[in-house]
């Protein structure tokens, strides 16, 4: 399995989302959600508009781990999240395949999404759906230095593996 990295630059993450909402408003909104909220996305993917419809925090048990897991949905995400669901039913996926409702996009999916999006600006780096999670981390340790807040939210043994998975050993 190929390593992947945070996106390091705000100003990238910036055009990744404009570039994103120009492209499907759908993927921008997938992009947003894992960059502000840190789940896998094996979480994010399964997720309904009932899930999330005037929710504060989501709840739900982590595919990975099965471990039940309550994150706060900041007030950034939310604003995206009330434009996005306007319209849409409680029993529908909220990032849907293009043909039906009734089932989500996939893992595969959203690894095109993300690597279409690096091209367009020539990102160098390897990205992947932990991309989104690890960009989450990488932020939140660099606005708090606080590794092990990060390590509790991710269910890590350790800080050290938490810095080594968000890359700022590296940095």
């Not at 909402?21 to 909104?29: L, M, N, P, S, T």
């Not at 399964?46 to 099965?66: C, H, Q, S, Y």
């Not at 390590?151 to 938490?162: P, R």
């Amino acid at each position: 399995m190929n390593t992947v990295e945070p996106i390091r630059d705000k100003s990238l993450i910036l055009d990744f989302s404009d570039y994103l909402k120009c492209k499907r408003e759908r993927d921008y909104v997938l992009f947003n959600f894992g960059i502000y909220s840190g789940l896998r996305i094996s979480d994010i993917l399964p997720l309904k508009v009932r899930d999330i419809r005037n929710a504060d925090f989501i709840i739900l048990k982590e595919d990975k781990t099965g471990k039940i897991t309550r994150v706060k949905i900041n007030d950034k995400l939310k604003e995206i999240i009330k434009k996005y669901i306007i319209g849409k039913r409680d029993y529908e996926y909220l990032f849907p395949r293009s043909q039906g409702k009734s089932v989500p996009i996939s893992r595969q999916r959203v690894w095109q999404i993300l690597n279409a999006a690096a091209k367009e600006f020539e990102y160098k780096d390897k990205i992947g759906c932990h991309t989104l999670r690890k960009t989450f981390g990488y932020w939140m340790y660099k606005k708090t230095g606080d590794a092990a807040t990060i390590m509790d939210i991710f269910n890590h043994a350790s800080e050290n593996v938490t810095k080594r998975y968000i890359g700022v050993n590296q940095d």
